[in-house]
């Protein structure tokens, strides 16, 4: 399987500087009892998968505004029930998170559906997650925007803007969701499974002491032709949407739906 480069792009505020590229300095593997490992001098990790464990890394630093590039090669061939998740989290019990789960591939070789943690699902995600702006998050893949979400606070509505987030991946099973509902299971035969990180690069603002101006990317908006790509994706691909999902209504439309 091909890599891909997934950027996030969050927007918090500290001070800001470009990280160097190495593994070794920037995280640390926090579970997998050995399954996760930092390799060729820090331009490596990589996550493995078995029937005991899964295994998981995280960020040293916790940022707010900031772009983070890594490219991630996901688990090849029959992985259907594995999961990789790619995501942004603060701490505490009303924590923000910004979250991609690729799904992996059923036996036929056919993608199972990624789960975008911002309830809206498509079926090829190749690329980045980046949350744009102070008072826009913007989901893009492969530089093709697919959600925006812009800063309603003033309408009731809670926007990740306030919390410092670390950066985290794992590769864990989830056969009992996430392929058709749990309908298809892993099929260990073919484990371990492994996913691998390289390319790590933070134009980020890292809570420390002090502050800087932000980059470019600090005010970006979706221009005209973005907005229409986006649609485009959305239109053609998409095949989930909270706002419509009947048992979400059931239990009440969320306000941002009428937006």
Same mark, same amino acid.
């Given at each position: 399987?091909?890599?891909?480069?997934?950027?996030?792009?969050?927007?918090? !505020?500290?001070?800001?500087? +470009?990280?160097?590229?190495?593994?070794?300095?920037?995280?640390?593997?926090?579970?997998?009892?050995?399954?996760?490992?930092?390799?060729?001098?820090?331009?490596?990790?990589?996550?493995?998968?078995?029937? =005991?464990?899964?295994?998981?890394?995280?960020?040293?630093?916790?940022? !707010?505004?900031?772009? =983070?590039?890594?490219?991630?090669?996901?688990?090849?061939?029959?992985?259907?029930?594995?999961?990789?998740?790619?995501?942004?989290?603060?701490?505490? #019990?009303?924590?923000?998170?910004?979250?991609?789960?690729?799904?992996?591939?059923? #036996?036929?070789?056919?993608?199972? $559906?990624?789960?975008?943690?911002?309830?809206?699902?498509? $079926?090829?995600? +190749?690329?980045?997650?980046?949350?744009?702006?102070?008072?826009?998050?913007?989901?893009?893949?492969?530089?093709?925007?697919?959600?925006?979400?812009?800063?309603?606070?003033?309408?009731? =509505?809670?926007?990740?803007?306030?919390?410092?987030?670390? +950066?985290?991946?794992?590769?864990?099973?989830?056969?009992?969701?996430?392929?058709?509902?749990?309908?298809?299971?892993?099929?260990?035969?073919?484990? $371990?499974? &492994?996913?691998?990180?390289? &390319?790590?690069?933070?134009?980020?603002?890292?809570?420390?002491?002090?502050?800087?101006?932000?980059?470019?990317?600090?005010?970006?908006? +979706?221009?005209?032709?973005?907005?229409?790509?986006?649609?485009?994706?959305? &239109?053609?691909?998409?095949?989930?949407?909270?706002?419509?999902?009947?048992?979400?209504?059931?239990?009440?439309? $969320?306000?941002?739906?009428?937006?």
């Amino acid at each position: 399987m091909a890599r891909m480069a997934v950027s996030v792009l969050a927007i918090l !505020l500290a001070s800001c500087a +470009l990280a160097a590229a190495s593994f070794d300095k920037e995280f640390d593997v926090t579970w997998g009892d050995g399954r996760g490992k930092i390799l060729n001098n820090g331009q490596l990790l990589t996550l493995g998968l078995d029937k =005991i464990s899964g295994s998981g890394f995280q960020s040293k630093h916790e940022y !707010l505004y900031g772009k =983070i590039d890594m490219q991630l090669k996901l688990v090849p061939g029959n992985s259907a029930g594995t999961v990789t998740a790619y995501y942004l989290s603060s701490q505490g #019990p009303t924590h923000d998170e910004i979250d991609f789960e690729f799904l992996g591939a059923g #036996p036929t070789g056919a993608a199972v $559906p990624p789960l975008v943690r911002s309830h809206q699902r498509l $079926p090829h995600l +190749l690329h980045p997650l980046e949350p744009k702006a102070h008072h826009v998050s913007c989901f893009m893949v492969d530089d093709m925007p697919i959600r925006d979400f812009k800063n309603l606070e003033g309408k009731g =509505i809670a926007f990740p803007k306030n919390q410092p987030m670390r +950066l985290y991946s794992s590769l864990w099973n989830a056969d009992d969701w996430a392929t058709q509902g749990g309908r298809v299971k892993t099929d260990w035969s073919h484990a $371990p499974f &492994s996913a691998s990180y390289r &390319s790590f690069k933070a134009d980020a603002c890292v809570v420390t002491a002090g502050a800087a101006a932000a980059g470019d990317w600090y005010n970006q908006e +979706l221009d005209l032709t973005r907005q229409q790509r986006m649609r485009w994706v959305q &239109s053609n691909y998409m095949i989930y949407n909270y706002c419509t999902d009947p048992k979400r209504v059931a239990m009440g439309v $969320p306000a941002e739906c009428s937006m």
